[in-house]
T-cell receptor, first 113, second 113 residues
């Protein structure tokens, strides 16, 4: 079975631009979460979606937004990119929104120049 | 004070050694405890998942949770060079209707042949 898949794997953007990252969860999983991992740090929670609804949001500015589609895939959007947004963006899926193990994809490496 | 504290290392051990990795936490609401392994430029891979105090064993890995002391550990027996990676502890709580996961900063482990 396929694990969590993310695209693109690497991308370079210029300050002020917009980026969209995509994620497909493990088949049967209904919950998707997004994390930001800066070099040398642990992943930081950005959003959790379950059944297409936002269930939780971390301490990130409104430039960050996400959505989940009927097939449970998800997009993370970041507007007005800053140099500090350069990081590994991880998508994780779980069966439901609570009390379940989360499984990560390989991530999307974003570099903002 | 961070909710989850983890020594970033690096930790260097000879092949065959027993490795002990530790995290402390301050949030009594944490219910689930996980360990992830992350190779360089890859997504985190789930190693162990537990929700109660005590020990859980899986092959060469043993996870230990002491809720009274707010302390968790991961032991790796007969360490191998392929175990060289960053190990992340993670803890989750139910808050606002969703599962919020908080990670430590990760401990970088090097197993020397």
């Amino acid at each position: 079975d396929a694990g969590v898949t993310q695209s693109p794997t690497h991308l370079i953007k210029t300050r002020g631009q917009h980026v969209t990252l995509r994620c497909s969860p493990i088949s049967g999983h209904k919950s998707v979460s997004w994390y930001q991992q800066v070099l040398g740090q642990g992943p930081q929670f950005i959003f959790q979606y379950y059944e297409k609804e936002e269930r939780g949001r971390g301490n990130f500015p409104d430039r960050f937004s996400a959505r989940q589609f009927p097939n449970y895939s998800s997009e993370l959007n970041v507007n007005a990119l800053l140099l500090g947004d350069s990081a590994l963006y991880l998508c994780a899926s779980s069966l439901e929104g609570a009390g379940n193990t989360i499984y990560f994809g390989e991530g999307s490496w974003l570099t903002v120049v | 004070q961070k909710e989850v504290e983890q020594d970033p290392g690096p930790l260097s051990v000879p092949e065959g050694a027993i490795v002990s990795l530790n995290c402390t936490y301050s949030n009594s609401a944490f219910q689930y405890f996980m360990w992830y392994r992350q190779y360089s430029r890859k997504g985190p891979e789930l190693l162990m998942y537990t929700y109660s105090s005590g020990n859980k064993e899986d092959g060469r890995f043993t996870a230990q949770v002491d809720k009274s002391s707010k302390y968790i550990s991961l032991f790796i027996r007969d360490s191998q060079p392929s175990d060289s990676a960053t190990y992340l502890c993670a803890m989750s709580e139910m808050t606002g209707g969703y599962q919020k996961v908080t990670f430590g900063t990760g401990t970088k482990l090097q197993v020397i042949p």
